[in-house]
């Protein structure tokens, strides 16, 4: 009986890979190597030769699935199944990855941008709880975020929504430029990145007592995971920082409360490790800043399913495509 | 052939109504008082009765319609099609609209939220073009939205999606205490009466030669059109009100725009009766505030059909309902 699905999370160190039941249920995973020497050219042969290797291991055929998903870097065209522009990968040409799968398997082949298949992971099997409307952020080096509205990703009109990172929260002589070229991203403050310039724009007029503080002074490198674990002891330098992170990071969630009302919006992302202790302060801003009837519903939670939500993002990709 | 739709846009001076193609062609136009004595409690048997008489007089049968849609303002959960806290309608307790004309109709009944459905009525016949993804801004004494993808409603955990009036603009001590309880809210800014609002702020400070400020001195009774009409011409207190209007609402809609990218965003209401003018000036703030491929493609324009947006916009609800 055809019931499972092919999953794969391409990154640019490794491609994760799960046979994962229609129902979320992951049967097995394996992971390769990302291969991104000669342009990227034999990532796609490499991940269709390791699944046929799967599946006659376990004497699986095509007739077992009922399709391919799949999430990958860059900018992702889900209805020609092509990928532009993932510079992790080396694909800095157009890349028909929908071809390449419909000629080695005889299975409906879907995809979309990593960020988009991790959100329908966690709507999906993750802190969503399968409602309807989630959208889940991801913090790390930068942030971004996946829509799903009505149980489906939203992708807009060239394919940019969920540009979250690129809210503008700070306008004015303050405000960080951006690599997107604008000022006063999101971006700009509530990533690992952010929370570094957070920490030079605090450091410089602190005049107390503060760990922190001594190791900038000292030339030490830091990271946004020494800040945080500062912040967690009381050091006050730390705490201010964590403090504009999360006031930040708070009223850009709250437009995302205020314009789609959610049943879950999901922090992840590595910047997400920090935990209990980052979410409460940033719901604390958002429930200040967000209209009363929907802080009563919309819910800021963490994300559950770590390194899966991609593979069960993709497999979910699978279900709603067949259907 | 049953290829009508009867729409009604209720409001609390009149209900408007209208035979509806499925294509969108209004055949006929008419309008009644909307009776707010009794609690409201003649409202939906008047709008029943004008209904039926106006089948009567074209010799339309039920036969002739596939189903009857309906704006109205207040909470409304379209689901069970039920209607509570439409203050100006004098629908103080629970109304149960749906039930009232599936028992006058043997037709199929969709209901939603004034502005829902206006939202609506503009991206299936106006200003929205048919794209699948729309926002419309109703600007008027506050501020409304109402939230279209992949050619729906977004309605949200709580039925609360679209309440971008709410959108947090201002915070620290400047922010203005907003209606809903909370402070710096898009609404205190960019309606009506945030005009009013901005007026006064900037008015207190400012020194220079102006007919607004010296309207103000006189005491008499300013509006926003007066204001954006001064602004036209060149009155340079009216200059700078219009410009923090149009920064502060080129923010909000550069949130809608990094989160949805949709195809449009509509601005329409009292306020978008200044035109163009204002129009290019927010469209300016959105361009700075928003991420570089989004604004290629997401289009600030003005809203088309005026009063007919409702009724047109409720047709669509059963169009939307019985496929």
Partial sequence: MSNKIIAIDLGGTSAKMAIITQDGEIQ????????????????????????????????????????????????????????????????????DIGEAFEAAFDLPFFIDNDA????????????????????????????????????KLVHGKNNAAGEFGHVTIETGPKAIACTCGKKGCLETLSSATGVMHLTRRHAREYEGDSDIKQKIDDGQALSSVDVFNAAKEGDTLAVKIVDEFAKSLGLGVSHLGNILNPARI??????????????????????????PQINEKTKIVLATLGNDAGVLGAAQLVNLGVN
């Fill in 28 to 95: 097995d995973k394996w992971t390769i190597d990302t291969p991104i020497h000669d342009e990227g050219s034999h990532i796609v042969p490499g991940i269709i030769e390791s699944i046929k290797k799967q599946l006659d291991l376990y004497n699986l055929t095509e007739d077992d699935f009922i399709g391919i998903g799949m999430g990958t870097p860059g900018a992702v065209d889900s209805e020609s199944k092509t990928v532009i522009g993932a510079y992790n990968l080396n694909w800095k040409t157009r890349q």
């Fill in 116 to 151: 988009n298949v991790a959100a329908l992971g966690e709507q999906w099997q993750g802190a969503g709880d399968q409602e309807p409307d989630v959208v889940m952020v991801t913090l790390g080096t930068g942030v971004g975020a996946g829509v799903v509205v009505d149980g």
């Fill in 266 to 291: 999901v922090l992840g992302g590595g910047v997400a490790n920090a935990g209990e202790f980052m979410r409460e302060q940033v719901e604390a801003y958002f429930m200040e800043y967000t209209y």
